[in-house]
């Protein structure tokens, strides 16, 4: 054949076909010597797989194995194209499931009911500390009223229920300032009616610390204020001193974070002023999920996502615990020496009022159209579960890159640590432990739902023992109320999670479900 070029014996095309013509004959020659009864035995299968036989990263090449191709005898590499991981294995999409828009009380409501229940739990504890035996006869009576009013800190009282309506009133005063102004007189009487309602608030705040001032000691005043103290050095100095760089379409940061695109250290006026404010301010919105497609963009996401969180569940624990600080703890540090109470029942009250401001709270401030967001971000994250050394000896490694995604099922190494990929796409940094809680808490959709419901209805259900075994006048009044409001924060709960549950039960690639 003329027009055929000879191939020459130094070709590397011919140099890599020898190669692995050779380790094939070895292993064949191998394995006829080994079954041979009289012959000399060769080394075993698990020897020759070691180190006979090429693995597959070394015959695809270095960008997707340890980064050596295939070596002739000589030991000089031979120049073959190494395809990418997501060339060879292609991870399967990551679908959304479309769930509907469940009803949600809007803030002005939601504060105006979570007022109404801590004042009704702080009427409660003073029936439980003032309590009298007003069923006596007339003619031997122990007290002629149901409480011993005379007893009760009325300035005391003021004073809790002024801190316990602080949001409620930022929260009025912030939706009538939001309404659009359509007249010069609709306009001033907003601002007119903000100054009263501040005035009137300020007013009753410092006569009420005039005058407990002035009949109390200084150490019980020292309990007026501790939890902003406890606040202070907990929130405010609490703050990650790693400069991080975050995506410019993050919409959880300030408009200064976003022009540097990292987060700076802030000075100590400025934290406790964000800290305070956040107190008051409600929730930012909840932003669309866009699925991006980069892994740094994936990882960017996450940040703003774990940042946002973290300020929620920080604003979440404030609250209740300070709800229940006030409303069940404050009235027995004033209590006097001489005056007798259940001390058992009043700390049962006060675990109750913790825990039902505590799910009142995250079901208002995580809602299940944020839930689904941070669902979401945790299917793209992915997880690394880190194996043990020797295992998988003989499975094709791959080193980790930033810059790819990782399909399930795929072992990388990272920091000298084997890693097997979780999910369906994998861009998390194998090390970082925040990636692997982000995914254990949100990788199922229901799992958050499914803990407030667990804990509310196991409070709901020890009331009821409770109040069933009940023999005083002031536990089964108490219970009653409480149990009033715990059926409406379950109600909601199980709603959202019979409904969640049938949303999200729909299989893969039916209607209503996104493929991204």
Known sequence: RPNTPELQHGDPQVQSVLALGGSIALVLNCELV????????????????????????????????????????????????????????????????????????????????????????????????????????????????????????????????????????????????????????????????????????????????????????????????????VYVPLCCFHQDNRIQPLPADCGFLLNDQLDTGTIRPKDFFTLLRESFREQFNNPTSIPAHTCPLSPD???????????????????????????????????????????????????????????????????????????????KSAAHLGKWQKMEHGSYSNTPQHIWSDTTIWPQGVLVRHNRCLYKAVGPYNVAVPSDVSHARFYFLFHKPLRMLNLLILIEGSMVLYQLYSLLRSEKWNHILSLALILFCNYYVLFKLLRDRIVLGKAYAYPLGTIGLKSH
């Open 297 to 375: 963009l994936i990882r960017n996401e996450v940040e703003c996502l774990k940042i946002d969180f973290n300020k929620r569940i920080k604003e979440v624990l404030f609250n209740s615990l300070f709800s229940a600080y006030y409303v069940a703890f404050l009235p027995l540090c004033f209590v006097k020496s001489t005056q007798y109470y259940d001390m058992r029942w009043s700390c049962e009250h006060l675990i109750m009022v913790w825990v039902n401001a505590f799910v009142m709270l995250m079901s208002q401030l995580l809602p299940p159209r944020y839930r689904d967001l941070l669902h």
């Open 34 to 229: 080994h079954a041979m009864p009289g012959g000399r035995r060769g080394p075993s299968r698990q020897q020759l797989s070691r180190s006979a036989l090429p693995s597959l990263q070394t015959i695809v090449g270095g960008s997707c194995g340890n980064g050596t191709g295939m070596r002739n005898r000589n030991g000089t590499a031979i120049g073959l194209s190494a395809p990418p991981i997501t060339a060879l294995i292609t991870p399967e999409p990551v679908r959304h499931s479309c769930i509907p828009e469940l009803p949600t009380d809007g803030c002005l409501v939601f504060e105006l009911l979570f007022f109404i229940y801590l004042l009704m739990a702080l009427i409660v504890q003073y029936i439980n500390i003032y309590k009298t035996v007003w069923w006596f006869p007339y003619l031997h009576p122990a007290a002629s009223t149901s409480l011993n009013f005379h007893l009760i800190d009325y300035h005391l009282a003021a004073f809790i229920t002024i801190m316990l309506a602080r949001r409620l009133v930022w929260t009025l005063i912030s939706e009538a300032s939001q309404t659009s102004a359509t007249s010069v007189v609709r306009y001033t009487l907003v601002i007119v009616a903000r100054l009263v309602l501040l005035t009137m608030c300020g007013w009753v705040l410092c006569w009420t610390l005039v005058n407990l001032f002035r009949n109390h000691s200084v150490l019980n005043l020292l309990f007026l204020g501790y939890p902003f103290g």
